[in-house]
């Protein structure tokens, strides 16, 4: 009864800051014409309601791609009619053709606020809880403490329920699947991870690691005999997943091909605003939009991309277990958001799933993550005037996981993983202390961020250079990030696992 009443207390807490965010600005608040992803969502709900399937993708009277046209799988497509007809039943203007265009008020934004909420509610809250609940050492204080830290992760909460997106329906999916893979339900961690690829394209970050985990596993069982058929039954469930998702659009060859040109524009560059990864960062020096054509670009992002991604999954592939799986994760993640093509900078939150996963097992590495990537959408939260949200959920963030995990005093150089680091360093310095150097690292990181957020906001940048704080705050994004694909690879590919007790699991 104790550990039910703790885990309810976790759940409220999660529910609170979320909806006290949600009192907040959004995206593009009465900023016409265009106004944000606010009005996008809003958009889908219209156009999904009042056209047949058959014009969703496509650019027609009624349907204006230049304005928010749908760039999403099937599945949040579906997601949005599902809306739409609860917004209809509720209010009908909210969704009606051409005439709701923009449309804000009070009542609309608490409805949007509250289709964020309850989808959390199905999906992304109770996986984080059985997550902890089965994979989470330690006691049952211990793992409400790291659900507690992993609900209250800034970055998820700032973007889904202030600037205003679904990332915990994709997000809640995914770990849905790692759930699945982890327990040993194959079949249903795949399914659930098509569906999770099938509601956002971005989760193809996470794609190839469930690929080599079910292939190496596969591999492990025999391939000729037991390994083959569980390998075929994973293979009919995704294809069947992925039909039955895509089967509206399956009648003509031309709106499997409008879709998928919709979901991967390349046309759109190399990236947008001011991403905290390789290309937007390089740039500031070299101009590479300009001096490369766009084929080069499209190819140089895909070799480096799969350079990065390629050893850990490797790994994997060699070793199929849930700790393997969860540090490639993070890599393959960071890899893609570091030097794929068209990066957004909210798709940091793809590598902060995994990276989340860990926090149990490397909390300080985790926390300063967690804390990097909020940093690294700062120029997009000022932007929607969520400033405040930003400075107090962080604070708590910070404070709470700090102290509910005990993380600077689980930060020895065995429990941070510097094995590799020691070998390295032992001849020339010997008496080097490791993580005393990674404490002062976190603390001047963290100063440095809160340095630079306050300046961003308080000074005015010199005319010559407006954009000077965001591209400052996506280069000090970009290092740590650099940093940090580093040392998650490091301890992937060179330490051996620790031997962990594991529940059984019926």
């Given at each position: 009864m104790e550990n039910w009443s703790l885990f309810s207390l976790c759940v409220l807490l999660g529910l609170t800051s979320r909806w006290a965010v949600s009192f907040h600005s959004y995206s593009g608040a009465g900023k016409p014409p265009m106004f944000g992803d606010y009005e996008a969502q809003r958009h889908w709900q219209e156009v999904t309601y009042n056209l047949p399937v058959h014009e969703w993708y496509f650019n027609t009277t009624n349907n204006d791609l230049n304005y928010w046209g749908l760039d999403y799988p099937p599945l949040t497509a579906y997601h949005s009619l599902v809306c739409a007809y609860v917004a209809k039943l509720l209010n009908p203007e909210w969704v009606e053709l051409h005439a709701s265009r923009g449309y804000e008020s009070h009542s609309h934004k608490l409805f949007m606020r509250a289709t964020v909420l309850f989808t959390d509610i199905l999906i992304y809250i109770p996986a984080v809880l059985l997550y902890c609940f089965y994979f989470c050492d330690g006691s049952s204080k211990q793992k409400v403490a790291t659900a507690l830290c992993i609900l209250l992760y800034p970055g998820l909460i700032l973007i889904d329920y202030g600037h205003f997106q679904y990332n915990s329906v994709s997000l809640g999916l995914a770990l849905w699947g790692i759930l699945g893979l982890?327990?040993?339900?194959?079949?249903?961690?795949?399914?659930?991870?098509?569906?999770?690829?099938?509601?956002?394209?971005?989760?193809?970050?996470?794609?190839?690691?469930?690929?080599?985990?079910?292939?190496?596993?596969?591999?492990?069982?025999?391939?000729?005999?037991?390994?083959?058929?569980?390998?075929?039954?994973?293979?009919?469930?995704?294809?069947?997943?992925?039909?039955?998702?895509?089967?509206?659009?399956?009648?003509?060859?031309?709106?499997?091909?409008?879709?998928?040109?919709?979901?991967?524009?390349?046309?759109?560059?190399?990236?947008?605003?001011?991403?905290?990864?390789?290309?937007?960062?390089?740039?500031?020096?070299?101009?590479?939009?300009?001096?490369?054509?766009?084929?080069?670009?499209?190819?140089?992002?895909?070799?480096?991309?799969?350079?990065?991604?390629?050893?850990?999954?490797?790994?994997?592939?060699?070793?199929?277990?849930?700790?393997?799986?969860?540090?490639?994760?993070?890599?393959?993640?960071?890899?893609?958001?570091?030097?794929?093509?068209?990066?957004?900078?909210?798709?940091?939150?793809?590598?902060?799933?995994?990276?989340?996963?860990?926090?149990?097992?490397?909390?300080?590495?985790?926390?300063?993550?967690?804390?990097?990537?909020?940093?690294?959408?700062?120029?997009?939260?000022?932007?929607?005037?969520?400033l405040l949200p930003y400075v107090v959920t962080s604070l708590a963030f910070l404070f709470l996981s700090l102290y509910l995990l005990s993380a600077l005093e689980r930060s020895t150089e065995e429990e941070l993983r510097l094995g590799l680091y020691r070998k390295l360093t032992r001849h020339w310095l010997p008496k080097l202390n490791l993580s005393r150097i990674i404490k002062w690292k976190f603390w001047f990181s963290l100063v440095a961020m809160a340095a630079l957020s306050f300046t961003s906001v308080w000074l005015e940048p010199p005319a010559k250079f407006p954009d000077l704080f965001p591209v400052l705050v996506s280069i000090l994004s970009f290092l740590h990030f650099l940093g940090f694909i580093i040392y998650f690879n490091l301890v992937q590919l060179m330490e051996p696992q620790r031997k962990k007790s594991q529940k059984k699991t019926n």
């Open positions: 982890g327990l040993g339900w194959d079949l249903f961690g795949s399914l659930a991870f098509t569906l999770a690829l099938n509601y956002k394209q971005m989760e193809l970050y996470h794609s190839l690691p469930f690929f080599c985990y079910l292939l190496g596993k596969c591999i492990k069982q025999g391939l000729i005999g037991r390994g083959f058929f569980q390998l075929a039954k994973i293979s009919l469930t995704v294809l069947v997943t992925f039909a039955l998702c895509w089967m509206p659009f399956l009648s003509d060859p031309k709106q499997p091909l409008q879709v998928l040109h919709r979901l991967f524009p390349f046309g759109r560059g190399l990236f947008e605003d001011k991403v905290a990864n390789t290309w937007c960062s390089l740039n500031v020096l070299i101009k590479i939009k300009t001096l490369l054509s766009r084929e080069t670009q499209l190819f140089l992002s895909f070799a480096l991309t799969l350079l990065f991604i390629l050893p850990s999954s490797l790994k994997l592939l060699s070793k199929p277990n849930l700790w393997q799986f969860k540090l490639a994760l993070v890599n393959s993640s960071l890899a893609f958001f570091l030097f794929s093509f068209q990066v957004h900078e909210k798709s940091i939150l793809l590598a902060a799933l995994p990276v989340c996963l860990v926090i149990n097992e490397i909390p300080l590495i985790a926390i300063w993550f967690l804390l990097t990537s909020t940093f690294s959408m700062l120029p997009l939260l000022v932007k929607d005037g969520l």
